[in-house]
């Protein structure tokens, strides 16, 4: 049973007032709370450690015990962390413990609880140059401009899905007594599957696997035109039959085999007046996988699918990626799409610079 401040001062009162008597205090403490013949009661040591209690410091209450005393986190300490911090914030923290004779550990406590800072990772991204900024927001500006928020737009894009997949080698770790010298050896070039997809905001056309008797093959522009013939044309024409909207757009990058001659005659054939290309009807801009779909979206939500499930054949890998593009939902391709917009704004905005709202999700 929990004993509270009032059970305390009734026992100390009780005690000092019959005489230091245990028996008659237990009696009191009984009939004042209502405990039962068998009900749980004070014992003498008890009793005793209270009242010593009362005497020594005044109060009947338990005392708090102090902890552990503080030794490390000190305000010098703090300030030293915090100046090493200042002058070199690149550096790990397991540096800073080294130079300032601090364990990790301390130095860490330090950074979260009392300067309350957190260790952001660095972003990663295309490198543009000056020209790049103008040309991608004249593009964005057009797309907005001519492409209607409610069109229909069709983003397309190839990747290559490796068997060998990736190493975490930050996650990678063998406990032993002594170092067993274990390599990981990765394949100069690995069996790979290059797979064309597209996605729009109804949901995702694909996979498309370029492949010749079975073995992976580079897209040329002769395989890129047979892939348009035989799997986007009869795609296209099936939604075009299912829906009365209007027509839709094609967008892709300016890989080669995309904008060959033969490529883009075929695509202005299926999307007249509506291709979103290097060389199409509005000009998509180089350098530019932050507002292109498939990359800022549907390869990466791919391959971590996929490689969750360790394939280790080829045809593993294709089954794989075939349930991977299965089980993306049309409610998924359409916050897709809406975010495409929101990238195009935001280069606008940005004078056809980085996103760094969407980098760093500060909105």
């Given amino acids: 049973m929990a004993w509270h401040g009032e059970h305390r001062a009734f026992v100390v009162e009780e005690y000092i007032r019959n005489g230091e008597s245990v028996i008659t205090t237990q009696r009191a403490f009984r009939i004042r709370f209502e405990l039962g013949r068998h009900g749980p009661v004070l014992d003498r040591k008890t009793i005793h450690v209270w009242v010593s209690n009362f005497r020594a410091t005044g109060s009947a209450l338990k005392k708090k015990s102090p902890g552990r005393p503080q030794t490390v986190t000190t305000p010098e300490n703090v300030a030293r962390v915090r100046a090493s911090i200042q002058q070199s914030p690149k550096r790990s923290a397991l540096k800073h413990a080294a130079a300032l004779g601090l364990s990790d550990r301390s130095v860490r406590r330090i950074l979260h609880r009392n300067l309350h800072m957190h260790p952001y990772k660095m972003m990663v991204t295309q490198e543009l140059s000056e020209r790049d900024f103008e040309t991608r927001k004249a593009a964005c500006e057009d797309i907005l401009q001519n492409i209607p928020s409610g069109a229909v737009l069709i983003s397309s894009d190839e990747a290559h899905f490796h068997l060998s997949g990736t190493v975490n080698k930050q996650n990678f770790r063998y406990w032993s007594a002594e170092n067993p010298q274990e ?137 794989a990626i075939t349930q991977a593009v299965a089980a993306i939902p049309p409610e998924m391709t359409r916050r897709t799409m809406d975010n495409f917009r929101e990238r195009l704004c935001q280069c606008v905005n940005n004078g056809g610079r980085h996103l760094p709202e969407i980098i760093f999700k500060t909105k």
């Fill in 183 to 319: 390599l990981h050896q990765r394949p100069l070039y690995s069996p790979r599957m290059t797979v064309w997809c597209a996605v729009a905001e109804f949901g995702v056309w694909g996979p498309y696997f370029f492949e010749e008797n079975g073995l992976t093959v580079s897209v040329t522009s002769n395989r890129y035109c047979h892939m348009i013939e035989t799997f986007l044309r009869p795609k296209l024409n099936q939604f075009v039959g299912d829906h009365k909207e209007g027509q839709a757009w094609f967008q892709q990058d300016g890989a080669t085999a995309h904008t060959s001659r033969r490529s883009l005659a075929i695509l202005r054939e299926l999307f007249p007046g509506c291709l979103l290309s290097l060389r199409g009807d509005i000009a998509w801009p180089p350098r530019s996988p932050d507002l292109s779909p498939c990359d800022f979206f549907l390869q990466g939500h791919l391959k971590a699918q996929v490689y969750k499930h360790r394939p280790t054949t080829l045809q593993a890998l294709k089954e």
